[in-house]
Nanobody, 117 residues
Framework: QVQLVESGGGLVQPGGSLRLSCSTSEDRFSLWSMGWYRQAPGSERQLVAFITSGNVYHYVNSVKGRSTISRDNAKKTAYLQIDSLKEEDTAVYYC???????????WGQGTQVTVSS
């Protein structure tokens, strides 16, 4: 079973930054699109950003201009950095992997990000 291990969440003050990581041991990592969704209390899970195997990336408007998604295929790890954090960024962030060839999606366990003073 594919495992995605997330890290990097926590409590951050408004205006601060954090970097989330999502790692796996799967050799197919370089073939996957990687991304993050987030889910705030009482809300649906929403896409934040993704990066394809060809390093094409996309950000939703709420984080565009203050976020960077990247990947290191040698380390089989994807990263999401968010700067200028706002209280509305508070959510559980879920890493996902999309294997387009096998038409499979895999999810991380989720990591809590709380932005508060």
């Amino acid at each position: 079973q594919v495992q995605l291990v997330e890290s990097g969440g926590g409590l951050v003050q408004p205006g601060g930054s954090l970097r989330l990581s999502c790692s796996t041991s799967e050799d197919r990592f370089s073939l996957w699109s990687m991304g993050w969704y987030r889910q705030a209390p009482g809300s649906e899970r929403q896409l934040v950003a993704f990066i394809t195997s060809g390093n094409v990336y996309h950000y939703v408007n709420s984080v565009k201009g203050r976020s960077t998604i990247s990947r290191d295929n040698a380390k089989k790890t994807a990263y999401l950095q968010i700067d200028s954090l706002k209280e509305e960024d508070t959510a559980v962030y879920y890493c996902y992997a999309h294997d387009h060839q096998l038409d499979q999606r895999h999810w991380g366990q989720g990591t809590q990000v709380t932005v508060s003073s």
